[in-house]
């Protein structure tokens, strides 16, 4: 009998300026901790749009 894989692998991806920047969005609204617990998914509509309107505030920002 062939063996099952218990778990897959899961391959590090290189972060973009994109996911970068949010991860720094999220630290600074105090959502780091439940993004490492259960993951970006776990997070609400209201938070993940906060976090969206963040970011797009600060590219704009940062074109000026």
């Not at 973009?16 to 490492?36: F, N, Q, S």
Request: proline share 2%; no cysteine; charged share 50%.
């Amino acid at each position: 009998m062939a063996e099952k894989k218990k778990g897959k692998k899961k391959r590090k991806k290189e972060l973009t300026p994109d996911d970068l920047l949010k991860l720094e969005i999220a630290k600074e609204i105090g959502l780091m901790d439940k993004v490492d617990e259960i993951g970006w998914g776990g997070l609400t509509a209201k938070e993940t749009g906060r976090i969206g309107g963040l970011m797009t505030a600060k590219k704009k920002r940062r074109k000026k």
